[in-house]
């Protein structure tokens, strides 16, 4: 074919495709946040829509059950919470709450959920929580997920529809890693990653899930652990900040106790390492190659140090909870009293 | 810059317009490749542009002092000897700086603690730029052929740049040799001739291959299960480890017919990288099948150096394992690819021990028989020798073959979509090249609006079917 022809063949086909695909170029680019790409985007999406072109790609879409919703309704969810909460003690809402001590007969549900980084965390966790014997441990991660995208996966709906009518009594939650990403506003508009207008977002959001966590009887604790360091080359960002709106919005929420794995998986400077000696002082991988998600060891050793966080909670005597000492972390590890805005360096 | 991706569409509607109109003007079509190779390059990151610009300078002053060196007759002297030596230690110092430092060290200091020896290391977090491994070896590759005397013309600075840096081969391969490559630069492509129906099926095939198939097994099994072995059963674990066989084939062939794909609509054509390795009845013809650029470099540059199979027995087997131990090596710093090395090295050496004991010897079974138990025995080890190649650590790989033989465990994942994945990736190689030949000759005989057509189709069913991200080539890591 000649060359001439093919760039028309070549620009007729990326049209017609760019045309049909446009929801789904609109999805990507406003989660990238691509300034003048993402209002070509724009353009282009609603052209299609006008046209009713997008129809050939939600029927696919529709078909193969992807893409789904598109708005994160928390205003409703909240207020279905909120009739349920009638009934529960305000006073008894602002304590951290006292849950009975597990044991072998009465095992305590846990539940451990979040992004992909939760993946080798909660195997682990349900794996070593299993072994204690004292808890019924259930895994719920969800790749690529955060708080950001509720169109490519709804987290607070999720909670409120899939985890919490299980009731469980203890939560560990981690989220963070995929969000250091554009976000639609409440107005339609695209907020610009880890910007102001970006941070207020992700606070509401973070904050109103964390409502949504409380229990009606205040019989329910949700671990909420920040993301750990991010190591060079992974292009996250943001964790550092998204750490100090989770911890800063669990001060005024005792149902919620943040866990600071920073300290867990960085060096005395607080900065990213990949090797860090257990409690045998061995030094042993923590991540996976790509500097982001734990390796086997790495989500032992954050699972130790979890449930040594629940155990100040909660009487954990009757289970068998104390580490092997290449699987924990040293004992003068400790998470950070307050975490500062943002560090330094951070990825 | 990524194949997949709007931004690479844009980028090469541009250059495939620019090229063909300033093909005829040979100066200013190179400046325009080159130019187009370093948007490619920089878009990553603009400061890999100095350490390619420093590759491209060196490696052609040390290609042209090394031909001045040679006799008028081309024969190589001390000098051009000493010359050689000094480019491929300069090169791989590059390479070992970026890739093995902080191996070396860590390594070092790990052993010193493990005496008791306490050491502040200077792990210095080197983060390594995209494709290095690909352009060091082409370049070491062209400085070796004029020290040998096999090309006997050195590239200008300008033909050189273009070469090292040509943005389709430039991130992950085929490694291309001057020799390849070159002659195409003076050429002058037909624009009324264009294989665009090849060039099609290959990026359409290449694009499937990444972002579906590849996307869907990672996601589906490999990585959570190689990310915890421990909860999983053995059927899960047996089909993480094909499923990443299947992965890392389509993820990196996928790559390479793309990269050809593109290449060829802009004249040039590559090398072949991949011959539907999974139908190999031996593990010589597997590595003849597999990367295939980069074991002809290995053979050529190693192995024969080395001293290939013109020594004692063995030698030769000592030559084919320490060839896949550093193979296994460029691959990456860790312990993890030395034993993936030394997996094939070790069964590469068998096997030419056992055709020598059996020469001449039959079984007394059907070929066909015979056949796919050389198939299967093949197929399994390589399978098995991928396991230390995903897989973090040593221990972890070990963790996760040990599952094989779990009495329990999850089976999550595991779907009958899965195995019909699995299954037909594997049949697939055993289709006849005729069939997609056949195919790109109907393809080519379409009207360009029906073309069109296809085309818009196979990009849209590629989106919806792919995940929501397109996830980084496998080999852009090495």
Redesign the interface.
């Known amino acids: 074919?000649?060359?001439?022809?093919?760039?028309?063949?070549?620009?007729?086909?990326?049209c017609?495709?760019?045309l049909?695909?446009a929801d789904?170029?609109l999805?990507?680019s406003n989660?990238k946040g691509d300034g003048w790409?993402n209002e070509i985007a724009k353009t282009v999406a609603s052209v299609t829509d006008t046209l009713h072109i997008n129809f050939?790609?939600s029927s696919?879409?529709s078909a193969?059950g992807?893409n789904q919703g598109t708005k994160i309704d928390v205003e409703e969810l909240l207020r279905q919470q909120a009739e349920a909460e009638i009934a529960a003690s305000a006073e008894a809402a602002k304590k951290v709450p006292e849950l009975p001590a597990p044991t072998p007969a009465t095992p305590m549900k846990i539940w451990v959920g979040g992004d992909?980084i939760t993946?080798?965390f909660g195997?682990?966790f349900?794996?070593i929580t299993q072994s204690t014997g004292i808890f019924t441990p259930t895994l719920d991660y969800h790749?690529?997920t955060g708080l950001s995208r509720p169109d490519?996966y709804n987290w607070p709906e999720h909670l409120v529809k899939d985890v919490l009518p299980t009731n469980p009594s203890i939560l560990v939650i981690m989220f963070g890693a995929n969000d250091g990403q554009n976000m639609i506003g409440a107005n339609g508009k695209v907020l610009e990653r880890t910007s102001e207008p970006w941070m207020t977002e992700y606070r509401r959001r973070v904050a109103a899930t964390m409502d949504l966590l409380k229990s009606p009887d205040n019989q329910r604790i949700t671990i909420w652990c920040g993301p750990p360091p991010m190591?060079?080359?992974t292009k996250t960002r943001g964790m550092d900040q998204m750490s100090y709106i989770y911890w800063s919005e669990a001060q005024s929420r005792p149902w919620i106790q943040y866990f600071d794995t920073w300290p867990f998986f960085s060096d005395a400077n607080f900065v990213?390492a990949?090797?860090l000696p257990n409690a045998d002082?061995v030094?042993r991988?923590m991540r996976?190659?790509d500097n982001i998600?734990f390796?086997?060891v790495g989500?032992d050793r954050l699972s130790w140090a979890v449930i040594d966080r629940i155990g100040k909670l909660v009487d954990l005597s009757a289970g068998k909870v104390t580490p092997p000492a290449g699987q924990a972390p040293p004992a003068s590890l400790v998470e950070r009293s307050e975490i500062p805005p943002s560090m330094p360096g951070a990825e | 810059m990524l194949f997949p991706t709007v931004d690479f569409a844009v980028f090469f509607l541009v250059v495939f317009t620019g090229s063909w109109l300033l093909r005829p003007h040979k100066i200013a079509w190179r400046w325009f490749i080159l130019a187009s190779s370093f948007v490619f390059y920089g878009w990553w990151d603009w400061n890999y542009l100095v350490l390619l610009s420093l590759s491209i300078g060196i490696n052609w002053f040390l290609g042209l002092a090394v031909f001045r060196s040679l006799t008028p007759e081309g024969e190589r002297t001390n000098i051009s000897r000493w010359l050689v030596r000094i480019a491929v230690v300069v090169n791989l110092g590059i390479l070992g700086y970026f890739k093995y430092f902080d191996f070396f060290i860590s390594t070092i200091t790990d052993k010193m603690r493990s005496i008791g020896i306490s050491v502040d290391a200077p792990i210095l977090n080197i983060i390594l730029p995209i494709g290095i491994s690909f352009f060091i070896f082409q370049a070491i590759s062209y400085v070796i052929d004029i020290g040998r005397g096999q090309w006997r013309k050195p590239l200008t600075i300008l033909d050189f740049a273009v070469y090292l840096s040509f943005f389709a081969h430039l991130v992950a391969g085929p490694i291309v040799r001057a020799s390849e490559f070159a002659p195409q630069l003076d050429a002058l492509p037909d624009p009324r001739y264009v294989r665009s129906a090849e060039a099609f099926m290959l990026i359409f095939r290449g694009m499937f291959k990444k972002v579906v198939i590849s996307s869907f097994l990672a996601i589906q099994i490999v990585d959570p299960v190689f990310a915890n072995p421990n909860a999983y059963g053995p059927l899960a674990v047996l089909l993480a480890i094909y499923a990443y066989a299947i992965q890392i084939y389509a993820d990196f062939s996928g790559y390479t017919d793309i990269a050809i794909g593109v290449a060829l609509l802009l004249g040039i054509r590559f090398p072949q990288n991949f011959d539907s390795p999974y139908k190999a009845l031996s593990l010589q013809d597997f590595w003849s099948r597999w990367h295939m650029t980069l074991s002809r470099w290995l053979r050529d540059y190693l192995y024969i150096p080395l001293g290939g199979n013109r020594g004692s027995k063995a030698m030769t087997y000592r030559n084919l394992f320490l060839v896949m131990i550093i193979g296994g090596l460029w691959h990456g710093a860790n312990w993890t690819f030395v034993v993936w090395g030394a997996i094939h090295g070790s069964y590469l050496v068998a096997e030419r021990i056992v055709k020598e004991k059996w020469k001449g010897h039959e079984l007394g079974l059907p070929p066909l028989l015979v056949k796919a138990m050389q198939w299967f025995l093949v197929f399994n080890v390589v399978c098995l020798a991928w396991v230390f190649f995903r897989a973090t650590s040593v221990d972890e790989a070990f963790a996760l073959l040990g599952r094989l033989f779990a009495s329990s465990g999850s089976s999550a994942g595991v779907s009958l979509l899965l195995i019909l994945v699995i299954v037909g990736s594997v049949a697939s190689q055993f289709v006849p090249q005729r069939f997609p030949q056949k195919a790109e000759v109907w393809f080519a005989t379409w009207a360009p609006a029906l073309q069109i057509a296809a085309l818009a189709g196979g990009l849209v069913l590629v989106d919806a079917l792919g995940p929501e991200g397109i996830a980084p080539f496998i080999y852009f890591q090495f």
């Open positions: 074919m000649p060359a001439g022809l093919i760039i028309v063949v070549i620009v007729a086909a990326l017609v495709a760019g049909v695909d789904s170029t999805r990507k989660a790409r050939f790609r696919i879409d193969l992807k992909s993946q080798t195997i682990s349900q794996r790749i690529s490519y190591g060079p080359g990213f990949a090797s002082g030094v991988g996976q190659k998600h390796s086997t989500g």
